[in-house]
């Protein structure tokens, strides 16, 4: 410190953000990780409802491009589109079977109707069932022939985009 004519000027003394706001570094990363945390519950289960957390590709069924969902687990396959208010036009779920069989699904916790292929060893639809209604819980809809996996999408998507048993459904 050393003195002027009128004033007394401070030396060596650096004032940093904390002097003049009232609040140290450690206050400010607190307060940053609990906001954080505010947001970040909310908005992981956001995604985890409305933004598929399972592996979401583009794919092809007979003419038609489509954005699917893969099911793999056994809790994926468990619940598949069960408990959500719709799906977006041109959407399928996608569930992959470890073995070909004649892999049943039924309505349980559906709140929208549901067109649903069944797809061979070699992505070939082997069967169809249109307009499957939520109410038709406990029925267990299956197919006339084995199939690998299972295709669900919107009810009224298989006659829209005239598929078929024989289509071939490509991923690339």
């Known amino acids: 410190m050393y003195a002027s004519s009128n004033y007394i000027v401070l030396r060596d003394r650096n004032h940093g953000a904390s002097h003049y ?17 505010l947001f970040s519950v909310p908005a992981a289960k956001f995604i985890a409802e409305n933004v598929f957390a399972q592996s979401v590709d583009r794919a092809v069924i007979g003419e038609t491009a489509i954005t699917i969902e893969r099911l793999t687990t056994r809790d994926e396959l ?60 406990p029925d267990v809809f299956k197919p006339n022939k084995p199939a690998r996996s299972v295709l669900e999408f919107n009810a009224g998507f298989v006659k829209r985009n005239a598929i078929k048993v024989g289509d071939r459904f490509v991923l690339p």
């Open 78 to 137: 468990v619940k598949g589109l069960s408990g959500r208010e719709s799906i977006p036009a041109k959407h399928a779920a996608l569930f992959l079977f470890d073995r070909t069989d004649y892999h049943g699904i039924w309505m349980n916790d559906m709140r929208f109707a549901l067109d649903v292929l069944w797809l061979n060893d070699y992505d070939e639809v082997v069967y169809i069932q249109q307009n499957i209604s939520p109410t038709t819980f």
């Open 21 to 37: 706001l009232g609040v140290g570094l450690k206050t400010v990363l607190a307060y940053s990780v609990f906001i954080a945390c």
